[in-house]
C-alpha cells in the first residue's frame, strides 16, 4: 500500500498562510490524494482531495505535484480553529478507496 | 459535508463481555463503510471494508471472529467487539462514502471503549 510522509509538526501564526507538504511517491496512478484533519477525541474531517489538478474549496487548496509524488494542502489564512493534525492519505483506488493513514503533521496556530 | 454518527459515544464494560457499536449515515446512503481503531497520540489504523449486503473485508492482523462487522443497511453498519479484553480499550472510529473508489469518506465522532 501507498506510504506517505508529512512533517510531525509545525507551527503557523493566525492570519497568514500555511503550506502542509506530504510526501507520496509510491502512490499508483488511479489513487485519490485526501486530506483529512483530526481534533482530540474527534473523528477525522474531510478537508479536500483530488486525482492530478489542483483542488480549491471553501477550506482549503490542495496542490499536487505533476509526477504525483507530494502535494501540498494551502490554508490561505490559518485561525486557530485549524489547529489540529492534518493526514494526508491515499485513497487505494482498487481496494474501494480505502484510505491508509501515516502519521500526520500536527499544526499549531499562535494568536 | 455528510452525517455520519455513532453510539454510544463511550462505553465502559467488564471484561469478557461483548459490545456493540453503531455507524449511522444520517442524509446520505453509504454503500461502503469502514472502521478504524485509534490508540492515544496514534494515528488511525484500518480495521475493515464493509460493503452493504456483503461480508467484511477485515486488515490483515485483525480478528473477525473478534471483530464482527455487519452492513445490513445503506445507512447502519455496527461493530461487535466480542468477549472484550482490556486490551481492546481504544477509539473505534467508523466512516462511510458512497462507495466509489474515487469518493471522500465522512467521519463518525468516534466510540471511546474502555474494558475494565
Given at each position: 500500500d501507498a506510504k506517505t510522509t508529512q512533517p510531525n509538526s509545525m507551527e503557523s501564526n493566525e492570519e497568514e498562510p500555511v503550506h502542509l507538504p506530504c510526501n507520496h511517491?509510491?502512490?499508483?496512478?488511479?489513487d485519490y490524494i485526501h486530506w483529512y484533519r483530526q481534533l482530540p477525541s474527534q473523528g477525522p474531517e474531510y478537508v479536500i482531495h483530488g486525482l492530478t489538478s489542483n483542488v480549491n474549496n471553501r477550506m482549503a487548496s490542495l496542490a499536487i505535484a505533476e509526477d504525483r509524488k507530494s502535494s501540498t494542502l494551502i490554508l490561505h489564512r490559518a485561525t486557530l480553529r485549524d489547529a489540529a493534525v492534518y493526514y494526508c492519505t491515499p485513497g487505494i483506488y482498487n481496494q474501494g478507496g480505502k484510505l491508509i493513514f501515516g502519521q500526520g503533521t500536527e499544526l499549531s496556530v499562535k494568536p | 459535508g455528510a452525517v455520519v454518527s455513532q453510539h454510544p459515544s463511550r462505553v465502559i464494560c467488564k471484561s469478557g463481555t461483548s459490545v456493540k457499536i453503531e455507524c449511522r449515515s444520517l442524509d446520505f446512503q453509504a454503500t461502503t463503510m469502514f472502521w478504524y481503531r485509534q490508540f492515544p497520540k496514534k494515528s488511525l489504523m484500518l480495521m475493515a471494508t464493509s460493503n452493504e449486503g456483503s461480508k467484511a473485508t477485515y486488515e490483515q492482523g485483525v480478528e473477525k471472529d473478534k471483530f464482527l462487522i455487519n452492513h445490513?443497511?445503506?445507512?447502519l453498519s455496527t461493530l461487535t467487539v466480542t468477549s472484550?479484553?482490556?486490551?481492546?480499550s481504544s477509539f473505534y472510529i467508523c466512516s462511510a462514502s458512497?462507495?466509489?473508489?474515487?469518493n471522500e469518506q465522512f467521519f463518525g465522532p468516534g466510540t471511546r471503549l474502555t474494558v475494565l
Open positions: 511517491s509510491t502512490i499508483s496512478g488511479t | 445490513a443497511s445503506l445507512t472484550a479484553h482490556p486490551e481492546d458512497l462507495g466509489s473508489s474515487y
